[in-house]
C-alpha cells in the first residue's frame, strides 16, 4: 500500500497549505469521535475526506465550522493559530461550509438565496445590482441556472446544490468545504457539481470534498484522507492509488469483498491470457 503522509502533491512544493490541523481531538460524553487528527489543505487543491459511517468526518467539518469547538489540538490558518469559536468566526476567516442539508429558502428566488443576510444596498436593496452579480457569478461557475428570478423550490436537486455552492462563494472564502455534495444526485447532476469543484479548485481555492462515492473522488480529488474509527488511517494521492486501496483504509481490512473480487478477476485474467 502507498502510504503518502504529509506529502503534498508535487505542484504545491512551494506553496504552503492555507489549512493545517493538528492533533485533534474530541469527545462526546465517553464516545471519542476524533484522536490525534491531522490534515493539510493547500490552495487551489480538492481534499477528499472519507470513511465509514461514524468515522468522524461530519465531526471535523463541525470543529472548522465553528460548531464544536476540538479539546485539543490546533489549527492554523494562513499561518496563524487560530480558534473558531462559532460559525462567523469561521466565515471570518473565510472557511465557507456547504452543509448536507444546503440551508436554502425554497420560496425565495436564486438571487434572494445568494445573498441572504449580506443584501447589497444601504437603505433599499439594490436588486439590480444584485442580479448581475448573480449571473456573473453563476457565469464563472459555467452554472446551467434557467433563470435567477424563479423560487429555488422548483430547480433540480444539482441546481440547488450550485445555488448552494456559489452562495458559500458570495463571502470571498479561501477554502470550501462540502458535506457530501452529491448524494442525493442522479449521473447528469453529479456531474455538474464536479465540474463546479473543479471551477472552485481553478480559482485557487482550498476544498474539503465529504463524500460516499469514491466513482467522484477519484474524478475530482487531488488527494484523500481517510479517517476510521475517528483516526487518520492513510493519506493518499488519488493519481496512484486503487479504488481497492482507498476501500482497505477505509474498513481497515485487506480483506474484503471488493478486493477479492479484484483477486479473482485478475486471477481469471490470467486463465485465459494462458
Ligand atoms: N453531537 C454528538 N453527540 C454525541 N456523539 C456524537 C455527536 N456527534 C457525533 N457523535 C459521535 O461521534 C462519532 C463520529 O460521528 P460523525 O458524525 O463525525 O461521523 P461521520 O464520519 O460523519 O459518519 P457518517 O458517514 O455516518 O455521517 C460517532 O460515534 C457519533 O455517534
Ligand atoms: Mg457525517
Redesign the pocket.
Known sequence: MTLVSDVSPDKHVVVDPVLTMRGINKG??A?Q?LTDIDLDIYPGEVVALV?????????LVKILAGVHPPDSGTVTFNDKKVSIPSPAASRELGIATVFQDLALCDNLDVVSNLFLGREIGAFSLDEVEMESRSWELLRQLSAKIPSVRIAVASLSGGQRQTVAIARSLIGEPTVVILDEPTAALGVAQTAEVLNLIERLRERGLGVLLIS?NLADVQAVADRCVV?RL?RNNGVFRVAEVSYEEIIAAITGATDNVVTRRAAATSANNEETSK
Open positions: 462526546f460524553g464516545v469521535a470513511g465509514d459511517n461514524g468515522a468522524g468526518k461530519s465531526t460516499h479517517l475517528g
